[in-house]
């Protein structure tokens, strides 16, 4: 019995293009795959090495960083507020869990302030509106991009650096 498998993720290119890499052979081949966008997002890929396995297309326009961050929110209407847990970051979004039964509905301004886990400690707030709500799961758009975010860019770009016991 087989084992199954977790996706490849392939980042596409604005030109949908995308570089996959064989897990078995190890080679790497860029692909345009701009035929399967609005199709599929789950492929399955064979190599010429005979290994077959599924990649996960990712079609986000910035960089999506997976956290584990304290936070906030305050519905700017209500003034009603929570805890969250933000799971993911980028340069134009945010997604959090809250930590309770929430108010929060697609469309809604909040205005969001959390502690980066950088050296610093940096304390970020920022508006931003709910784009999607699944149960306790949100995720939302920043309204205001600065052209140039000094703590968030510094850690969306400086990878945590590993050391294996």
């Known amino acids: ?15 949908c293009e ?11 081949r860029q692909k345009s795959l701009g035929g399967y966008v609005g199709v599929a997002h789950h ?28 936070g906030k929110y305050l ?4 003034q ?11 340069f134009t979004g945010i997604g959090f869990v809250t930590t ?11 205005m969001l302030e959390f502690r980066l886990d950088d050296p610093q400690h940096s304390v970020l707030r920022k508006y931003a509106v709910v784009k999607h709500v699944r ?12 052209a140039y975010e000094k703590e968030l860019g510094f850690y969306l770009l400086n990878p945590a650096v590993e050391v294996e016991l």
Request: proline fraction near 5%.
């Open 135 to 146: 149960g306790y799961s949100v995720g939302a758009t920043f309204c205001h991009l600065s």
């Open 80 to 90: 009603l507020s929570g805890k969250i847990d933000i799971v993911n970051l980028s």
């Open 18 to 28: 995308g570089v996959i890499t064989c897990p078995q052979c190890q080679k790497c």
């Open 100 to 110: 309770m039964v929430h108010p929060l509905q697609v469309g809604d301004e909040i």
């Open 43 to 70: 492929l399955r890929v064979r190599c010429g090495c005979g290994a077959v396995f599924p990649i996960l297309l990712e079609l986000r326009a910035s960089y999506r960083k997976q956290t584990r961050l304290p």
């Open 1 to 15: 019995m087989a084992v199954a498998q977790l996706p490849q993720t392939v980042r596409l290119t604005t030109t």
């Open 75 to 78: 519905k700017r209407t209500s």
